[in-house]
């Protein structure tokens, strides 16, 4: 399922920026909003058309006879076709062109037509993707083709199964054809008629809505919102460089109206269809990268950009709705730059001199008195005008015009509707700001193959929007194979749809297989028991072949089994004998019972043991007191020029504390000053033995971090200089404050440098470091390195 709640267009291509400068009344509500358009970089995403060239065969052409050129000429003037799709596509472009360039026009239609209604499937090329038939016999010079190709594929919206490609077909004679590609999912005709039924069933849901509203005005910014409610733009495909765009679809309505993702040129096709199926004149422009629209109200032109307009989440925007070209062209260098139309356009484009009034912001404060409303337009001539019995602002008698803020009863009045009016310009688009409350209703449920549709429709002002309802998928049951016997045959295992009963691996005869012989080996007889002849039988059906013959047992053949001797603990056997060639037992062995231990106790390491004297097994069967434990009262000190030596405690296994010089003596290690690791040896006496040895430490002397300058992807760190019992300094930077993860460690190994640069970091990311010094030491002639504590953490922000 689809549903829009929540999208951010920042990304690596797109970042939009909107600054809105408020005003504010003493106790803090909004009074009014100002826009403030600067060059920011705003979603672009048309994929440029890729030419390719391909030899065909004089047959691959498609035969568009007169009949059906005249017929689809009629249909176009009488704004009817056999499925009611011509009304989607725009002839205003098609009106100005010779009559030449018409026919070409004519028989691109035609073939299109065909694909849309019919399953004809499309031509494979030397490659393997999909296009178009090529039209026969055209004398239109290439360019003009190519004019006139392009021209067809902005103004024919409904045709979603074009893709970006144009195909240059060479003949024989040397004329040739360009046509476009069709996406793969949509090269085979059954395949593609599934897919049409997608869209239409979009488009007819949309134009339910659209039908309800009573002036183009209302059905425009209808279509506006609903096209910008639905989808997300696709920033991963255009930073990809459109690299799945074979599956993404966004150069077709089929992305808006089928997946929900998309870029410039979806929203605008898709602005292009519902606008001509509804009766108003719209039509698809290009600049080098980006699409938009021009459309037709009360004899003025306007530009939409829909998806300049698309906010994120269910946030519409109208800054480019019903803009003249001065707008597009003034706004900012950047709006300049990706509105400016391509060449072939020159000439054929309606003149956008009307703008549009921005519209209003409806704001709601809240204060000890309840919900205040504030309106404000950033044109300051404009008067906005409002409802609250949900009538259109524009045309309601009930209308009131707004002059200062006021109180919001949203039990009595859930519905506020505003309009911005300005003489000499079109009125905004209507804004509604409403207490939603949306029932949902499934309006076709998902099948295996096909998806459902679920309706959300606001009980108080009737704001509606649809998301898909997945398709289930097949549940898929198991038709068991049937292994092939050696006289009958068998199927292969096949799968069905256990919901709607479609097979989905058709199960296949498999041929008897005959029988498979394999030999019986002889069986040799046994002492009792009988043996067999060598026979056969099948391996598949296990008929036997050749029958096997018994041969007679052959008796025991006895031998002896000496007698084993007892020991301590395992028993004797007498003697007795079993048969050589089976091993049965003939005369059964008696057990003789173990002699048992002969046992002489003696002390050792805190243990009383004993000792057999016959086998020389040894076990403990008591203790007596020992050391148990022996502890350094401090194992690390921190350099400050003075001698340490910890104080050693040693306790018995009874826990009892041992006393130095009568139970042990300690041997000190020599210096104990400088920074190092330093051995103690413990030698027990008296009623204790053994010598045990501990360690303690000497680091070095810590240090502070002393300053942290930010720079550019970078930044410079110091500390104050520690150099006595110290070989260097060991920094760690971390983008996590516990130096959890991503920790980077840098080494200093000179002990008068007190700085250091840290660069090729991410910008505007905050680090956090910490510094510690180490000296190098000999421990059993390695080198090892012991370590101060870490100084307190600074953090620091790179620069941009």
């Given at each position: 399922?689809?549903?829009?709640?929540?999208?951010?267009?920042?990304?690596?291509?797109?970042?939009?920026?909107?600054?809105?400068?408020?005003l504010?009344?003493?106790?803090?509500?909004?009074?009014?909003?100002?826009?403030?358009?600067?060059?920011?970089?705003?979603?672009?995403?048309?994929?440029?058309?890729?030419e390719?060239?391909?030899?065909?065969?004089?047959?691959?052409?498609?035969?568009?006879?007169?009949?059906?050129?005249a017929?689809?000429?009629?249909?176009?003037?009488?704004?009817?076709?056999?499925?009611?799709?011509?009304?989607?596509?725009?002839?205003?472009?098609?009106?100005?062109?010779?009559?030449e360039?018409?026919?070409?026009?004519?028989?691109?239609?035609?073939?299109?037509?065909k694909?849309?209604?019919?399953?004809?499937?499309?031509?494979?090329?030397?490659?393997?993707?999909?296009r178009?038939?090529?039209?026969?016999?055209?004398?239109?010079e290439?360019?003009?083709?190519?004019?006139?190709?392009?021209?067809?594929?902005?103004s024919?919206?409904?045709?979603?199964?074009?893709?970006?490609?144009?195909?240059?077909?060479?003949?024989?004679?040397?004329?040739?054809?360009?046509?476009?590609?069709?996406?793969?999912?949509?090269?085979k005709?059954?395949?593609?008629?599934?897919?049409?039924?997608?869209?239409?069933?979009?488009?007819?849901?949309?134009q339910?809505?659209i039908?309800?509203?009573?002036?183009?005005?209302?059905?425009?910014?209808?279509i506006?919102?609903?096209?910008?409610?639905?989808?997300?733009?696709?920033?991963?495909?255009?930073?990809?460089?459109?690299?799945?765009?074979?599956?993404?679809?966004?150069?077709?309505?089929?992305?808006?109206?089928?997946?929900?993702?998309?870029?410039?040129?979806?929203?605008?096709?898709?602005?292009?269809?519902?606008?001509?199926?509804?009766?108003?004149?719209?039509?698809?422009?290009?600049?080098?990268?980006h699409?938009w629209?021009k459309?037709?109200?009360?004899?003025?032109?306007?530009?939409?950009?829909?998806?300049?307009?698309?906010?994120?989440?269910?946030?519409?925007?109208?800054?480019?709705?019903?803009?003249n070209?001065?707008?597009?062209?003034?706004?900012?260098s950047?709006?300049?730059?990706?509105?400016?139309?391509?060449?072939?356009?020159?000439?054929?484009?309606?003149?956008?001199?009307?703008?549009?009034?921005?519209?209003?912001?409806?704001s709601?404060?809240?204060?000890?008195?309840?919900?205040?409303?504030?309106?404000?337009?950033?044109?300051?001539?404009?008067?906005?005008?409002?409802?609250?019995?949900?009538?259109?602002?524009?045309?309601?008698?009930?209308?009131?015009?707004?002059?200062?803020?006021f109180?919001?009863?949203?039990?009595?009045?859930?519905?506020?509707?505003?309009?911005?009016?300005?003489?000499?310009k079109?009125?905004?688009?209507?804004?509604?700001?409403?207490?939603?409350?949306y029932?949902?209703?499934?309006?076709?449920?998902?099948?295996?193959e096909?998806?459902?549709?679920?309706?959300?429709?606001?009980?108080?002002?009737?704001?509606?929007?649809?998301?898909?309802?997945?398709?289930?998928?097949?549940?898929?049951?198991?038709?068991?194979?049937?292994?092939?016997?050696?006289?009958?045959?068998?199927?292969?295992?096949?799968?069905?749809?256990?919901?709607c009963g479609?097979?989905?691996?058709?199960?296949?005869?498999?041929?008897?297989?005959?029988?498979?012989?394999?030999?019986?080996?002889?069986?040799?007889?046994?002492c009792?028991?009988?043996?067999?002849?060598?026979?056969?039988?099948c391996?598949?059906?296990?008929?036997?072949?050749?029958?096997?013959t018994?041969?007679?047992?052959?008796?025991?053949?006895p031998?002896?089994?000496?007698?084993?001797?007892?020991?301590?603990?395992?028993t004797?056997?007498?003697?007795?004998?079993?048969?050589?060639?089976?091993?049965?037992?003939?005369?059964?062995?008696?057990?003789?019972?173990?002699?048992?231990?002969?046992?002489?106790?003696?002390?050792?390491?805190?243990k009383?043991?004993?000792?057999c004297?016959?086998?020389?097994?040894?076990?403990?069967?008591?203790?007596?007191?020992?050391?148990?434990?022996?502890?350094?009262?401090?194992?690390?000190?921190?350099?400050?020029?003075?001698?340490?030596?910890?104080?050693?405690?040693?306790?018995?296994?009874?826990?009892?504390?041992?006393?130095?010089?009568?139970?042990?003596?300690?041997k000190?290690?020599?210096?104990?000053?400088n920074?190092?690791?330093?051995?103690?040896?413990?030698?027990?006496k008296?009623?204790?033995?053994?010598?045990?040895?501990?360690?303690?430490?000497?680091?070095?002397?810590?240090?502070?971090?002393?300053?942290?300058?930010?720079?550019?992807?970078?930044?410079?760190?110091?500390?104050?200089?520690?150099?006595?019992?110290?070989?260097?300094?060991?920094?760690?930077?971390?983008?996590?404050a516990?130096?959890?993860?991503?920790?980077?460690?840098?080494?200093?190994?000179?002990t008068?440098?007190?700085?250091?640069?840290v660069?090729k970091?991410?910008?505007?990311?905050k680090?956090?470091?910490?510094i510690?010094?180490?000296?190098?030491v000999?421990?059993?002639?390695?080198?090892?390195?012991?370590?101060?504590?870490?100084?307190?953490?600074?953090?620091?922000?790179?620069?941009?």
């Amino acid at each position: 399922m689809h549903m829009k709640r929540t999208k951010f267009k920042t990304g690596i291509l797109a970042v939009v920026f909107c600054s809105l400068t408020f005003l504010f009344s003493g106790d803090g509500n909004s009074i009014y909003a100002d826009e403030i358009l600067t060059d920011t970089e705003l979603p672009v995403g048309r994929f440029s058309f890729e030419e390719k060239t391909e030899e065909a065969d004089d047959e691959d052409y498609e035969s568009v006879e007169e009949d059906d050129v005249a017929e689809q000429s009629l249909l176009r003037m009488t704004g009817i076709s056999a499925d009611d799709w011509e009304k989607y596509g725009s002839d205003y472009f098609y009106e100005q062109l010779s009559d030449e360039e018409k026919k070409y026009w004519d028989d691109l239609d035609a073939i299109c037509e065909k694909y849309l209604t019919t399953e004809t499937d499309a031509v494979t090329t030397n490659t393997g993707t999909y296009r178009m038939k090529a039209i026969s016999g055209s004398t239109l010079e290439k360019e003009k083709q190519k004019k006139v190709l392009r021209m067809f594929r902005y103004s024919k919206p409904q045709y979603y199964f074009l893709n970006a490609t144009i195909y240059t077909i060479t003949y024989s004679d040397k004329k040739v054809s360009m046509i476009f590609g069709i996406y793969p999912a949509f090269g085979k005709g059954a395949d593609r008629m599934e897919e049409t039924e997608k869209v239409k069933a979009q488009v007819d849901t949309w134009q339910k809505q659209i039908d309800e509203c009573s002036t183009e005005d209302e059905k425009v910014q209808t279509i506006h919102d609903l096209i910008i409610q639905k989808v997300e733009y696709n920033h991963d495909l255009v930073n990809s460089d459109f690299a799945t765009e074979n599956t993404e679809y966004s150069q077709s309505v089929y992305s808006v109206l089928c997946t929900n993702k998309t870029v410039c040129a979806g929203y605008a096709q898709t602005f292009e269809m519902m606008c001509n199926g509804t009766g108003i004149d719209t039509v698809a422009v290009t600049s080098f990268d980006h699409e938009w629209n021009k459309i037709k109200l009360e004899n003025n032109w306007y530009n939409v950009d829909c998806t300049w307009d698309d906010n994120g989440s269910d946030n519409v925007g109208y800054i480019y709705f019903l803009r003249n070209d001065d707008y597009y062209d003034t706004s900012s260098s950047y709006s300049k730059k990706h509105h400016a139309e391509e060449s072939y356009w020159e000439g054929y484009l309606p003149a956008t001199e009307m703008d549009s009034v921005g519209s209003p912001w409806i704001s709601v404060n809240e204060n000890a008195s309840g919900s205040k409303i504030g309106m404000s337009c950033y044109n300051k001539e404009a008067e906005i005008y409002y409802t609250t019995d949900k009538s259109n602002p524009v045309t309601s008698g009930t209308r009131m015009l707004y002059q200062s803020d006021f109180l919001w009863n949203s039990s009595e009045y859930p519905v506020i509707k505003a309009a911005a009016m300005e003489d000499g310009k079109h009125n905004s688009a209507v804004v509604t700001k409403c207490l939603h409350n949306y029932n949902a209703s499934i309006l076709a449920d998902a099948a295996c193959e096909k998806a459902g549709t679920r309706e959300y429709t606001c009980t108080i002002c009737g704001n509606g929007y649809m998301e898909e309802i997945l398709a289930t998928g097949h549940t898929v049951e198991i038709d068991p194979e049937v292994a092939a016997a050696c006289e009958t045959a068998g199927i292969t295992e096949g799968s069905h749809c256990r919901v709607c009963g479609k097979v989905l691996v058709e199960q296949t005869v498999i041929p008897a297989t005959g029988h498979t012989p394999v030999t019986d080996d002889a069986v040799a007889a046994a002492c009792e028991t009988t043996g067999l002849t060598e026979g056969s039988h099948c391996s598949v059906c296990e008929k036997v072949l050749t029958e096997q013959t018994v041969i007679p047992a052959a008796g025991h053949v006895p031998v002896t089994d000496a007698a084993v001797e007892a020991a301590c603990e395992t028993t004797g056997l007498t003697e007795g004998n079993h048969c050589s060639v089976c091993g049965k037992v003939l005369t059964a062995q008696n057990v003789i019972p173990a002699t048992g231990h002969q046992w002489n106790e003696y002390k050792e390491s805190g243990k009383i043991k004993r000792k057999c004297s016959v086998c020389g097994k040894t076990e403990t069967v008591g203790t007596y007191l020992d050391v148990k434990k022996i502890q350094l009262s401090k194992t690390t000190y921190a350099y400050d020029g003075k001698a340490h030596m910890p104080t050693i405690k040693v306790t018995n296994t009874a826990g009892k504390k041992l006393k130095e010089g009568t139970d042990y003596k300690v041997k000190k290690p020599s210096g104990r000053k400088n920074a190092g690791i330093y051995t103690v040896t413990i030698v027990m006496k008296g009623k204790y033995s053994g010598k045990y040895q501990k360690t303690f430490q000497i680091v070095p002397k810590g240090t502070v971090i002393s300053g942290v300058k930010a720079k550019k992807k970078a930044f410079t760190v110091s500390w104050k200089k520690q150099a006595k019992q110290t070989s260097g300094y060991q920094i760690q930077y971390a983008v996590d404050a516990k130096f959890k993860k991503s920790v980077v460690t840098k080494n200093v190994n000179n002990t008068k440098k007190v700085k250091l640069d840290v660069s090729k970091l991410k910008a505007k990311k905050k680090y956090y470091i910490r510094i510690r010094t180490y000296k190098t030491v000999k421990v059993n002639g390695k080198s090892k390195k012991i370590y101060s504590g870490w100084s307190k953490v600074k953090a620091v922000t790179t620069k941009k």
